[in-house]
């Protein structure tokens, strides 16, 4: 594997240390076949790929907004089986094509979920997923907001399906 901008050869920076400690129990994973470190990013990132699924796993370090992507992403899949099932066929779709690369200027694999999700909610009749960041899903959430954006969304599945079987079926 050729390691252009390994970690090693990084910048110091903030979280640094972080990252390399970080970096070792993914090496070791049986399961897990070690890219290379993405220190182009914004954030440090751990690619890697599971031996057995075949699925690469970006792993990145102070980054709460990808948290936060995360478990909205878990929430709408847990409102749906089709919804995992169609993301990562697109994603697999997205990258087989070569427009799943932000490092070529093309979208991410979250933009690309992101956008089935949004067919899910708008390009189905009858639509398949609620928006969570509907206000009757969100009153009673904490508002969570990041770099001056409302980020709130509902995220208990259970609650979003019993007010989307009422209002949308």
Known sequence: IQRQNSYRN??????????????????????????????????????????????????????????????????????????????????????????????HGTLSSYTWVMMVVFYLQCGCDPAVLPTLQDPSLVAGVAPTAMDGFDITFGDDPRTARDLFGAIDR
């Open 10 to 103: 990084a910048p110091k920076r903030a979280g640094g240390a972080l990252f390399k400690i970080q970096i070792q129990p993914v090496r070791r994973a049986a399961a897990a076949r070690f890219l290379a470190p993405g220190c182009v990013a914004r954030v440090p990132i751990v690619k890697f790929k599971d031996a057995e699924t075949g699925i690469e796993v970006d792993v990145c370090f102070n980054n709460m907004l990808a948290v936060h992507n995360t478990r909205l992403l878990k929430t709408y899949a847990a409102l749906d089986h089709r919804v995992k099932q169609l993301g990562l066929a697109v994603k697999k779709w997205a990258k087989r094509c070569n427009v799943a690369a932000t490092d």
